[in-house]
């Protein structure tokens, strides 16, 4: 009775190992599909990648794939060349994008002179967020005056392999990745780097 009582008991901890691995590799899988076309909630927890400003050989950036551009004309990474690029993913209706934002435009106005470019990647979460009418509006209600580029299926998303909204990334003047950060604040950092790479 005790030996049976003993294998029933091995048997149900083993099962429920089973069932833990199992819905781990669910969840591992189900993220990596939700990556692929772009579709995670908002506020995700901040993932920094802190320090990349003194590593000179960071990833070249991908270029932007084609979308609809607001503010500017069509702009290239090669074109941007010997300038510090801010590349924000974003969407209008994420209230941690809208959190960020007076960060960003203040950057924007503060060093755009000094040799910064800011790109605002639009990579919607909702079908309302696809529609280039509303993007041209929330924009321009948002007080945006730095170029957006839509991205509608994902393609400059994947290529930068974002996972959430807002990621930004600060490309050096020869078009290297050098800081990363995913979520809201790090804001001081993040206009350190700035600095920093414009002075190089």
């Excluded at 002179?113 to 948002?142: C, F, M, Q």
């Excluded at 909204?165 to 950060?181: N, S, V, Y």
């Amino acid at each position: 009775m005790t030996a049976d009582i003993n294998r029933m008991r091995r048997e149900t901890v083993i099962a429920i190992a089973i069932a833990g691995l199992l819905l781990v590799m669910i969840t591992a899988a189900l993220t990596k599909q939700g990556s692929a076309f772009g579709i995670f909630t908002h506020g995700m927890s901040p993932r920094t990648s802190s320090g990349n400003a003194a590593v000179k050989d960071g990833p070249t950036a991908p270029e932007f794939a084609p979308g609809t551009w607001i503010n500017s004309e069509s702009l290239t990474l090669k074109s941007l060349r010997g300038r510090v690029v801010l590349v924000e993913f974003w969407t209008f209706g994420c209230y941690n994008c809208r959190n960020t934002l007076p960060y960003v435009k203040r950057w924007d106005e503060r060093y755009r002179d000094k040799g910064l470019t800011v790109v605002g990647v639009h990579s919607p979460e909702l079908d309302e967020e696809k529609n280039i009418d509303n993007v041209r509006r929330e924009t321009a209600s948002l007080g945006i005056r730095y170029p957006v580029v839509t991205d509608n299926d994902y393609a400059t998303w994947r290529a930068y392999n974002v996972e959430a909204w807002p990621t930004i990334f600060i490309l050096d003047k020869a078009g290297r990745i050098r800081w990363t950060h995913v979520g809201e604040g790090a804001y001081d950092e993040a206009d350190g780097v700035i600095q920093k790479l414009l002075a190089e």
